[in-house]
């Protein structure tokens, strides 16, 4: 019998995911967001992963649906609900926890479970599959088993899709390894590489991203100095890259669902074990204070210009925690919003990638129309976010839109002579 597959979550990871086993396999794509499976039926995809045409190349092959029943002709489950993290930075299971009952209630003899989301090691093993096995009654590596293939899903690239990045693979048992990296491999065109065990293959995820996030905050410290020594960073970064083993990153803000995360899981276990990270969580904290710090910038640079600063209009560019996509989960904007509104800035935000009229989620300020088609002044632009739209701005377009001379704070060294940059 040829595999059947349910994709339990349809989110950035889930739907790029089951469209690409569509392509070879039957695809259930389940999630209970009601609202989400309509769309998703009438060829539209809210996180612009997938087109219209992509969804409809699959029709055949992939279905969506929140009815636990249409799942229970798969014998394959793939797990890609979220892991979020709770307002003290702890890890909060709920949805991968209520995802392994709700997979559970329709687990049937010799069906494997694979978890994509990311984790401490121990997860799957130590949360996931005892909630399996109660709630099905099944015994794991006899009745049932279990894979962990991390996601590897970069929101908004659409040169780097899920098939075109090596996904690493791991079963828990040496059969089941074998054939979760069989099954990935048939549509992965990158290849897959097998771990050694399932504690294996979740820290290789959990530290993909708090490396990142470790040297992200180098270079924002590097910032920090440098701008206090009144040296331009990237120049110092553009001086230094020409050494061929200098890791070359720009200071930025460091949001979103991965690198923003991430780090606290890996730093939770290693405490629970009786071990303090100070290094990632002195990154964490660096990273965390950027927004603050940029915002400080502009009312310095305002003051510097002799503009008002209480009641003075602020107009930030881009709330997404990247270019180019809709996704704002954890946007280190926000940030710069909430500081400026403490000093009494009226701040407008303009994001061509987020609909206005949809339910914010993740962000709750406001957003405004096409601002270089209206009338208003500001006293201020920060450009936040390095969206297609922004990089196409010209000095004239800001000073349009600006009151005498413009201050124009520049979060990701896209606009030509700004008044700041990071």
Not at 40 to 49: A, M, Q, S
Request: glycine share 6%; net charge negative.
């Amino acid at each position: 019998m040829k595999d059947k597959i349910a994709i339990i979550g349809l989110g950035y990871v889930g739907l790029p995911l089951a469209h690409a086993f569509a392509a070879k396999y039957e695809v259930v794509g389940f999630d209970i967001n009601q609202e989400r499976i309509e769309e998703l039926n009438t060829g539209y995809d809210r996180t612009l992963e997938l087109n219209s045409e992509q969804l409809s190349e699959v029709k055949d092959k992939l279905s969506f649906s929140k009815n636990l029943e249409d799942i229970t002709v798969c014998n394959i489950y793939i797990v890609t609900v979220p892991t979020p993290i709770d307002e003290s930075n702890r890890p909060d299971l709920t949805p991968l926890i209520k995802s392994s009952q709700m997979v559970a209630k329709v687990l049937k003899k010799d069906d494997i479970v694979i978890y994509e989301s990311t984790v401490y090691p121990g997860v799957t093993e130590e949360v996931c599959i005892p909630e399996l096995e109660k709630v099905s009654g099944l015994v794991f590596n006899k009745d049932f088993f279990a894979g962990y293939s991390p996601e590897r899903i970069n929101p908004g690239d659409k040169e780097h899709t899920v098939k075109k990045i090596l996904k690493v693979t791991a079963g828990s048992t040496p059969e089941i390894a074998k054939k979760v990296d069989t099954l990935y491999a048939s549509v992965i065109t990158a290849g897959t590489h097998l771990a050694s065990s399932i504690k294996v293959a979740e820290a290789s995820k959990v530290i993909e991203n708090t490396q990142r996030d470790v040297n992200i905050a180098l270079i924002n410290e590097l910032a920090l100095i440098f701008d206090a020594m009144g040296i331009d960073t990237n120049e110092v970064i553009e001086a230094a890259a020409t050494k061929w083993n200098f890791i070359k990153l720009t200071p930025g803000l460091v949001g979103g669902h991965c690198i923003g995360v991430d780090p606290y899981y890996l730093t939770y276990k290693a405490e629970e074990l009786g071990y303090k990270p100070n290094l990632i969580l002195g990154a964490r904290q660096i990273n965390n204070g950027m927004g603050k710090y940029i915002a400080e910038q502009a009312i310095k640079e305002m003051i510097r210009h002799d503009k008002k600063i209480k009641n003075a209009n602020v107009l930030v560019l881009g709330v997404t925690f990247k270019e180019d996509c809709p996704d704002m989960r954890n946007t280190k904007v926000v940030d710069i919003i909430e500081e400026l509104k403490t000093y009494g800035c009226n701040v407008d935000v303009y994001d061509p990638w987020v609909d206005r009229d949809e339910p914010k989620q993740h962000y709750t300020h406001g957003l405004i129309d096409n601002p270089f088609e209206a009338n208003k002044k500001y006293d201020s632009v920060i450009l936040a976010v390095a969206h297609k739209e922004f990089k196409q701005l010209t000095m004239e377009d800001y000073e349009r839109i600006s009151t005498v001379e413009p201050v124009l704070i520049d979060v990701k060294g896209i606009i030509e002579k700004p008044t700041w940059r990071l």
